[in-house]
C-alpha cells in the first residue's frame, strides 16, 4: 500500500510577513472613506485628509466646489456653515441691547446667535419713514425680531413668512409705520433662546406708498396711503399743508365735488351748534323751538351765525355723523342742525334711512319726513320714511337731540333696500358747490373750515 504524507511546512520556517490596516498606506480599509497615500493632505484643496477622511465643508479646507471655509461651522464671519460666502456686514459684538447695538452701513446683515445671545443692530431713520426687516436665506432655525424706537420700547415683532423666515412687515405691525426721526433698532434672538449657528438679515426704511397699508379714512383722510401727521397734503386737495388755509378739509384745486359715498351715505355738511336749554317734548324728540326761524324754510348759509353759532363744514371720517367733538362742549340736554343738499337727475320715489342717537326730526325740501321720539344708540336705517326727491337740488335738514352719551346719525337715501349711490351733494342752496380758497373775512382760515 501507498502512502502519501502532506506537509505544510517545517516547524522552522518563519510565519508570513502580517500586513496591518493604516491610514496612508493607499489602501482604504476599514471605516476610511478615501486613501491616496503620501497625497492625502489637510491643507491642499480637493485632497483625501490625513485622516482618510473625504474633503468636506468644515474642515477648513476651501475645496473646488466650496466658495469659503473657515472650519468653525459658525456664521456671521464672512463663511457660512455651508461654506457660501456672506456679503453683507459681518456681526460685530458685542451687541446685545437696543441701546449698544452695532451700527450699520449696508441694509444686509450677516450673523449668528450662541446659546441665550441677542443682537441687535441701529440705523437712523428719517421722520414718517416705514421700517422692514426680514431673515434672508436658509432659514433653519426660529429666528425672533423685535422693533424698538429711539427710546428703547419695542414697538413691533417679527411674524413667520411662509418660507420659515423671521418677518417684520409695516403691512401687519403698525409700530413699523411712519416712525419719527431718530435710531432705531433691530433686535434678533433664538426662540427659548437657542443657537442660530448662522443668519442673514435685510432692514430697509422706506416710504409709505411702497406698502399697502390699509388706513382708515380716521388715519388717511385723503386715502392716499400716507398717515395724516405725514402727510404734505392730508386733505389730497392739490394744496401743500403749509399753503392751504384749511389743510384738513379738501378746497384747493384737485377737490372733486363731493357726491354721497359708495353706500349712499351722505358725509357732507353743514352743521350748527350746540344748542341748550330746551328740554325734549316726548322722550328724546328734538324741541319744538325752531332755532332756525322757520326750520322747514331754513336755508343754512355757511359762516351765518344763529345765536353766537356759526354754520360750519362736517365732514364726516365714515358713515356716522358724530357730533360728540365738536358739539358736546355742553351737558346734555343738547341739540344740533345739520343740513346738505343732494342731487337727482329727474324725479324719484326714495326711502329715507335715519339712524339718530337720539331723537330727530327731518326736513326735505320744506315738509317734515320724519320724527323720532326714542332714546338709542346710532344704527344705519333704524327709521325709515317713504319720500320723493325732486328733479335737481333737494333741501335736506336735520335736527339731533341727546339726552346724553353717544350723539350723532346715519342719512341716506335707498331704492327698496339698496343704497342709492353717486348722488352729488352741495353745501349751497345755489347748488353744484365747489370747495375753493376763498377766506371772505381775510384771516387766513378758508371759509369751510372758519368756526368764526
Not at 433686535?187 to 438679515?201: F, I, T
Request: aromatic content about 6%; some cysteine.
Amino acid at each position: 500500500m501507498l502512502m502519501l504524507i502532506l506537509l505544510s511546512g517545517c516547524k522552522d520556517d518563519p510565519p508570513p510577513e502580517e500586513i496591518l490596516a493604516a491610514c496612508g498606506n493607499g489602501l482604504i480599509e476599514a471605516d476610511e472613506q478615501c486613501d491616496d497615500g503620501e497625497a492625502n493632505s489637510d491643507t491642499d484643496s480637493d485632497a483625501c485628509r490625513t485622516s482618510c477622511r473625504l474633503p468636506s465643508c468644515g474642515d477648513g479646507v476651501a475645496d473646488s466646489e466650496e466658495a469659503c471655509d473657515d472650519g468653525n461651522g459658525w456664521g456671521g464671519d464672512g463663511c457660512d456653515p455651508t461654506c457660501a460666502l456672506q456679503s453683507g456686514v459681518q456681526e460685530s459684538e458685542p451687541n446685545d441691547s437696543w441701546d449698544a447695538g452695532q451700527a450699520l452701513t449696508e441694509s444686509t446683515i450677516d450673523a449668528a446667535l450662541t446659546g441665550g445671545d441677542i443682537d441687535c443692530f441701529t440705523f437712523e431713520v428719517a421722520e414718517c419713514r416705514t421700517i422692514a426687516a426680514s431673515q434672508t436665506g436658509a432659514c433653519t432655525a426660529d429666528l425672533v425680531l423685535a422693533l424698538h424706537d429711539p427710546i428703547g420700547t419695542q414697538v413691533a415683532a417679527s411674524a413667520v413668512d411662509v418660507d420659515g423666515c423671521a418677518q417684520l412687515d409695516p403691512v401687519e405691525e403698525p409700530g413699523a409705520r411712519f416712525a419719527v426721526e431718530g435710531t432705531w433698532a433691530v433686535c434678533a434672538s433664538a426662540l427659548l433662546g437657542g443657537e442660530v449657528p448662522s443668519y442673514s438679515l435685510s432692514i430697509e426704511s422706506g416710504d409709505s406708498s411702497d406698502y399697502d397699508l390699509s388706513l382708515d379714512e380716521s388715519e388717511d383722510f385723503d386715502g392716499d396711503g400716507i398717515i395724516d401727521d405725514c402727510d404734505g397734503d392730508r386733505d389730497g386737495d392739490g394744496l401743500d399743508n403749509a399753503d392751504d388755509n384749511c389743510p384738513d378739509l379738501p378746497n384747493g384745486p384737485d377737490n372733486e365735488p363731493p357726491t354721497v359715498d359708495d353706500d349712499g351715505f351722505i358725509r357732507h355738511w353743514l352743521t350748527i351748534g350746540p344748542f341748550t336749554g330746551e328740554s325734549s317734548p316726548e322722550d328724546c324728540l328734538p324741541s319744538e323751538t325752531e332755532r332756525l326761524g322757520d326750520d322747514a324754510a331754513a336755508e343754512p348759509v355757511l359762516g351765518e351765525t344763529v345765536d353766537d353759532l356759526t354754520w360750519v363744514v362736517t365732514i364726516s371720517d365714515d358713515a356716522r355723523l358724530g357730533f360728540e367733538d365738536d358739539y358736546a362742549t355742553v351737558d346734555a340736554p343738547r341739540e344740533v342742525y345739520a343740513a346738505a343738499w343732494v342731487y337727482a337727475d329727474a324725479e324719484t320715489a326714495a326711502t329715507l334711512g335715519l339712524g339718530p342717537d337720539d331723537g330727530a326730526r327731518v326736513w326735505l325740501n320744506g315738509a317734515e319726513v320724519l320724527e323720532v321720539t326714542g332714546c338709542q344708540g346710532t344704527t344705519a336705517d333704524q327709521f325709515t320714511a317713504e319720500v320723493t326727491l325732486i328733479s335737481g337740488w333737494n333741501r335736506l335738514l336735520v335736527k339731533v337731540y341727546d339726552q346724553g352719551g353717544g350723539w350723532g346719525t346715519y342719512v341716506r337715501f335707498l331704492d327698496g333696500d339698496t343704497p342709492i349711490t353717486g348722488l352729488p351733494v352741495s353745501l349751497s342752496a345755489d347748488g353744484g358747490w365747489d370747495f375753493d380758497q376763498t377766506d371772505s373775512d381775510g384771516d387766513g382760515v378758508g371759509d369751510i373750515c372758519d368756526d368764526d
